[in-house]
C-alpha cells in the first residue's frame, strides 16, 4: 500500500505540479496527516514523500525532498510520521506523566502522539546540545517529526543491529560515552540499543542516536531504571563481540 507513494515520473512541468500539490494517497494516510504534510510543503520545507525508509507499529519514516527552504543544506529531509491507531497510549502516557516537561494530562489519544512527536523534536535539541550526535530536529506539527536526514547521497544509513560494529571496543565505549554526556544534561534515552543507532560515515562509522522519542529528564521517577537498562542493553549487545565490561562498573562511569 505505502508503495503507492513512489512518485512517477513526469515530464518536468508536470513534475512540478505533482511537486506542489503532493498526491498522497487516500488510505495510506489520514486526511489530518495529509493536511499536515500540506502544511509543511505550503511552508517550503519539504517537497514531496519519496518513499518509506521504515513501517513500524507506532511510526514509519520517509526520504522526503527538502524543500526551497533549505536551499544549499542537503537534498533530503526525513520525515517521522507518528500513527495514531495502532500506538500504546499507555506507554507513551508513562513517559510522559514522570516527565515534567510532559506532564500536563493529555485528555485524548490524538494528543497524546501529538504531545509524543512534540517530545521527540525537544529531545533530539537536547542530545544536539549535549554534543551527542543525532538528527538535527527541523520541525515539528501535529503527529509528524521533520529531522535531518541521516544517509549518504540519499541512501539512508542502516542501523547499528544491521551493518554491525568494525570496532565494538571503540564504539561500546562511544555509546556509553553518549549516554555519560545526556546524563550530565540531565537525560536518559531510554531506548537505548542496536536498533536506535544509525552507523553514519565511511570509513569510520559514527554512531548518532535516533527515536529518542520515550527519553526522559531525570526527574522522571524512572529514569535510573531506564539508565540502566540502556547501559545493559549496550553490555549485552557488544558482548558477542568479546566486549567485556563489567555492568556496575559501567554504569558507575555513565553517573560519574
Ligand atoms: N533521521 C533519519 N535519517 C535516516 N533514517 C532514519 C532517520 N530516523 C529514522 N530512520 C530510519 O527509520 C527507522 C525507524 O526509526 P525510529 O525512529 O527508530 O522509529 P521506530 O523504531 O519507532 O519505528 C530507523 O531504524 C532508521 O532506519
Ligand atoms: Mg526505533
Not at 144 to 173: A, H, R, Y
Amino acid at each position: 500500500m505505502a508503495l503507492r507513494l513512489w512518485k512517477k515520473k513526469l515530464p518536468a512541468r508536470e513534475d512540478k505540479v505533482m511537486k506542489r500539490s503532493l498526491k498522497l494517497e487516500e488510505g495510506v494516510f489520514d486526511s489530518q496527516t495529509r493536511f499536515t504534510l500540506r502544511a509543511f510543503m505550503n511552508k517550503g520545507l519539504i517537497d514531496g514523500l519519496d518513499y518509506p525508509v521504515s513501517t513500524g507499529k507506532e511510526a514509519d519514516v520517509y526520504r522526503a525532498r527538502a524543500g526551497p527552504k533549505f536551499e544549499g543544506e542537503g537534498e533530503f529531509v526525513a520525515v517521522k510520521i507518528f500513527r495514531i491507531a495502532t500506538s500504546d497510549f499507555q506507554r507513551m502516557t508513562d513517559y510522559l506523566r514522570g516527565d515534567p516537561r510532559f506532564s500536563r494530562v493529555k485528555h485524548s489519544k490524538r494528543e497524546i502522539v501529538y504531545a509524543w512527536a512534540r517530545k521527540e523534536f525537544r529531545n533530539l535539541r537536547l542530545c544536539l546540545d549535549a554534543k551527542v550526535p543525532a538528527p538535527e530536529p527541523y520541525a515539528f506539527n501535529k503527529n509528524v517529526l521533520l529531522m535531518q536526514f541521516i544517509g549518504e547521497e540519499g541512501v539512508p544509513d542502516s542501523t547499528l543491529k544491521d551493518v554491525g560494529s568494525d570496532n565494538p571496543e571503540k564504539d561500546c565505549e562511544t555509546l556509553l560515552g553518549y549516554a555519560r554526556r545526556l546524563y550530565a544534561n540531565n537525560f536518559v534515552h531510554a531506548d537505548l540499543s542496536e536498533f536506535n543507532v544509525l552507523m553514519h560515515g565511511y570509513p569510520e562509522a559514527v554512531p548518532y542516536l535516533i527515536d529518542v522519542g520515550q527519553g526522559v529528564v531525570l526527574e522522571h521517577p524512572k529514569a535510573e531504571e531506564f539508565l540502566a537498562r540502556d547501559v545493559a542493553r549496550i553490555l549485552h549487545y557488544f558482548k558477542k563481540y568479546g566486549v567485556k565490561k563489567d555492568a556496575g562498573a559501567a554504569l558507575r562511569w555513565v553517573k560519574a
